[in-house]
T-cell receptor, first 115, second 115 residues
Framework: DTEVTQTPKHLVMGMTNKKSLKCEQHMGHRAMYWYKQKAKKPPELMFV???????INESVPSRFSPECPNSSLLNLHLHALQPEDSALYLCASSQEGHLGNQPQHFGDGTRLSIL | AQTVTQSQPEMSVQEAETVTLSCTYD???????LFWYKQPPSRQMILVIR????KQQNATENRFSVNFQKAAKSFSLKISDSQLGDAAMYFCAYRNPDSNYQLIWGAGTKLIIKP
């Protein structure tokens, strides 16, 4: 069982739609991440939240808008996406602090298809 | 800049046999962390094993062990008694202690288990 829960598991949307991806963890982790992953490729970091504040934005287009309502929740709002945005979107969380060996815990991902 | 190289795009092994996946990395740091993650078709990225660079002893988790050669900058993963459930993409990842968030990923190795 995954400790990081992502919904929905699959999402098909048109280029003009607005949708949101959701991620939830109850491990007390204070760092949360969004990744984009294309087939047979490693994940690409998009955003990092630390203590509910945006810490890293890897030059992601503005059609992706992250939100961290509280320490357990992470959203990714989608608007006017392009076909090349079709991918697996992974959420992860990890402990904060100086414990560099602490791993990131991943959810099952949302498979996003843009028509 | 740090880089991680997995030179084997695909490997296959007979069930119950042993297989070794290679990973090399490039860094000028002396202190860092290394991880192996597994991603089966179910999509969830699962931590297999981790290694702190300051530890000389190779990490072991049940059937999974690493051969960490710091001078050679090599971090291979050995899977003993391979099982059908081990079939997955395996990613090697590096983290600099100055960055609690960003992982440098290898390209991945697809492991096939032959029954």
């Amino acid at each position: 069982d995954t400790e990081v829960t992502q919904t929905p598991k699959h999402l098909v949307m048109g280029m003009t739609n607005k949708k949101s991806l959701k991620c939830e963890q109850h491990m007390g982790h204070r760092a949360m991440y969004w990744y984009k992953q294309k087939a047979k490729k490693p994940p690409e970091l998009m955003f990092v939240y630390s203590y509910e504040k945006l810490s890293i934005n890897e030059s992601v287009p503005s059609r992706f808008s992250p939100e961290c309502p509280n320490s357990s929740l992470l959203n990714l709002h989608l608007h006017a996406l392009q076909p090349e945005d079709s991918a697996l979107y992974l959420c992860a969380s990890s402990q904060e602090g100086h414990l560099g060996n602490q791993p990131q815990h991943f959810g099952d991902g949302t498979r996003l298809s843009i028509l | 800049a740090q880089t991680v190289t997995q030179s084997q795009p695909e490997m296959s092994v007979q069930e119950a046999e042993t297989v070794t996946l290679s990973c090399t990395y490039d860094t000028s740091e002396s202190d860092y962390y290394l991880f192996w993650y597994k991603q089966p078709p179910s999509r969830q990225m699962i931590l297999v094993i981790r290694q702190e660079a300051y530890k000389q002893q190779n990490a072991t988790e049940n059937r999974f062990s690493v051969n960490f050669q710091k001078a050679a900058k090599s971090f291979s993963l050995k899977i003993s008694d391979s099982q059908l459930g081990d079939a997955a993409m395996y990613f090697c990842a590096y983290r600099n202690p100055d960055s609690n968030y960003q992982l440098i990923w290898g390209a991945g190795t697809k492991l096939i288990i032959k029954p």
